[in-house]
């Protein structure tokens, strides 16, 4: 079967949010493919830095063929919510980008286990060469777990008949492949949404559980904030509630407004540190006639502000 194309998602918006110069350095936290990499590149100047980063290893071995012998990008291969953890990041960045959640080559692999639409090993690790898998998991879990993790991550409103449905049939045989599960997921609730296959929600939570993927938005951007020179950019593009919530929160957060509620006095506030810039932004609809896969992403940036310390 012939590759499918890759096509970054909200490519223009994301390069005016960051608002790239020539002799800036960057760091991409989600190669994936590179399309956004290869954008960020293009506007760099001789003494321009791409930073890139990525979990998967598939996705870091594309980035070094890709960028061998390019002396302006440099290449780790780890989640980037240990940025700040990286010696290059130490300088101070002038922009970060992340693009969440699952990468398209990661959906078009079958064998990967993130989707449904193919028979493949229940895996869904972004990260093979660690951690467990989906199936491990779920071989494991007590229904409370699985029902607990199907709604906090999936909102799946079936989520305890699911669960129990699924340590029902485990003590026969446990569920091993992507096939075995939607199956026994269509069988408990049926085909109840026009359009939306019945197991999507639960891969979505499974997908989220197994890779620690809330827990590492949170930590990516503190260390971002962290790493940010002063009119550094982020931009950060997500594609569910559960994600761009909690992006939305943490620019709010650092916004320095003043917190408390109605209900008792104001709480002095935080000095700023982050601005918004502009308003959440979503795919066009000319993006969306040719990448589908972008109806559900929103594009959030945010400009780290000098603080009294600062020159």
């Not at 493949?120 to 990260?127: F, G, S």
């Amino acid at each position: 079967m012939a590759e499918l194309r890759h096509i970054p998602v909200m490519l223009d918006e994301a390069m005016e949010g960051l608002a790239v110069q020539a002799g800036g350095r960057y760091l991409d936290g989600t190669f994936g493919r590179g399309g956004h990499a290869r954008a960020v590149l293009s506007r760099l100047g001789p003494d321009g830095r791409l930073l890139l980063m990525d979990r998967d290893p598939q996705a870091i071995a594309e980035a070094r063929k890709s960028f061998a012998g390019e002396p302006r990008v440099t290449i780790r291969h780890a989640n980037f919510s240990s940025m700040a953890e990286w010696d290059e990041t130490a300088a101070g960045l002038d922009g970060v980008l992340l693009d969440l959640g699952v990468s398209s080559p990661q959906l078009d692999e079958a064998a990967r286990g993130f989707s449904f639409m193919a028979d493949a090993p229940l895996d869904m690790r972004m990260d093979t060469s660690q951690g467990e898998s989906a199936a491990d998991f779920l071989a494991h879990a007590s229904e409370r777990e699985i029902a607990d993790v199907l709604w906090q991550f999936g909102e799946e409103r079936f989520s305890r008949k699911i669960a129990r449905a699924i340590v029902e049939r485990r003590a026969e045989n446990p569920i091993a492949r992507t096939g075995e599960l939607a199956a026994l997921i269509e069988r408990v609730v049926g085909r109840r949404e026009p359009g939306k296959h019945p197991a999507t929600r639960s891969f979505q939570a499974l997908r989220i559980r197994v890779n620690g993927e809330l827990d590492a938005v949170q930590r990516g951007l503190d260390a971002a904030l962290s790493r940010l020179k002063p009119g550094g950019r982020l931009a950060v593009i997500s594609f569910h509630s559960l994600e761009d919530r909690i992006v939305k929160q943490f620019i709010r957060d650092h916004a320095g407004r003043v917190q408390g509620s109605r209900r008792g006095p104001p709480v002095a506030a935080k000095p700023a540190e982050l601005a918004a810039v502009g308003k959440a932004q979503f795919p066009s609809d000319a993006e969306l006639a040719v990448n589908p896969r972008a109806r559900s992403a929103v594009l959030r940036v945010a400009e780290k502000l000098p603080t009294a310390g600062d020159a």
